[in-house]
């Protein structure tokens, strides 16, 4: 399996921004597209936003659009999350994950980051 390694969650103020990444190493595949998770306390772990292979299509929950972006570099086998005016309600573990095919999904494939935690101060 793919592992990988989160970084870049912190403690920030409503409003303000943060950037996420995810490094990939290990098990080669011949595509890989890779998304974002995160789970409240208290809560499931819902879906954020995910990238195809090529970095061509992102698709994002309706609670982060239009404040996350999520981008994807090849070259450094790195995933990204660049979040803007962070809300208090995005407080969460934030998970990183890979699927070896150019579309994600989610199945007994995917592959899971240890999680990063962001805490969003009012």
């Known amino acids: 399996q793919v592992q990988l390694v989160e970084s870049g969650g912190g403690l920030v103020q409503a409003g303000g921004s943060l950037r996420l990444s995810c490094a990939a190493s290990?098990?080669?595949?011949?595509?890989?597209?890779m998304g974002w998770f995160r789970q409240a306390p208290g809560k499931e772990r819902e879906f954020v936003a995910s990238i195809n292979w090529r970095g061509s299509y992102a698709r994002y929950s309706g609670s982060v659009e239009g404040r996350f972006t999520i981008s994807k570099d090849n070259a450094k086998n790195t995933l990204y999350l660049e979040m803007n005016s962070l809300k208090p309600e995005d407080t969460a573990v934030y998970y990183c994950?890979?699927?070896?095919?150019?579309?994600?999904?989610?199945?007994?494939?995917?592959?899971w980051g240890q999680g990063t935690q962001v805490t969003v101060s009012s």
């Open positions: 290990g098990r080669t595949f011949s595509s890989i597209a």
């Open positions: 994950a890979a699927y070896p095919g150019q579309i994600f999904t989610t199945n007994r494939l995917t592959s």
